[in-house]
């Protein structure tokens, strides 16, 4: 059975850092591309980052330079390390399998919230 599980999150100023980690299970996941996905408040899911099984990493605009996206295959891990933080990064964060340009899995887990305020 496909699970994810995040974990990391919390409540954190603005300026501050967060690593999010996201352990994945049945499925092949060294041979799988991942995705960081965020749940806004305003019920908006958006993509935020994605590794591929051999590590090329892209990252949307909000993303760059900011945030990091690493993944440690002898653990099935994805992490997401985010950086000077902005309230506008408050949100639920969600990883997956990634394929043809969205989530492979139906299965989500229950996410990691993060709150980004002073």
């Known amino acids: 059975q496909v699970q994810f599980v995040e974990s990391g999150g919390g409540l954190v100023q603005p300026g501050g850092s967060l690593r999010l980690s996201c352990a994945a299970s049945g499925f092949a996941f060294s041979y799988s591309a991942m995705v960081w996905y965020r749940q806004t408040p305003r019920n908006q899911r958006e993509l935020v980052a994605t590794?591929?099984?051999?590590?090329?990493?892209n990252y949307v605009d909000f993303a760059k330079g900011r945030f990091s996206i690493s993944r440690d295959n002898a653990k099935n891990t994805v992490y997401l390390q985010m950086n000077n933080l902005t309230p506008e990064d408050t949100a639920v964060y969600y990883c997956n399998a990634y394929v043809l340009g969205r989530a492979r899995y139906e299965n989500w887990g229950q996410g990691t919230r993060v709150t980004a305020a002073s």
């Open positions: 590794v591929s099984a051999s590590g090329t990493t």
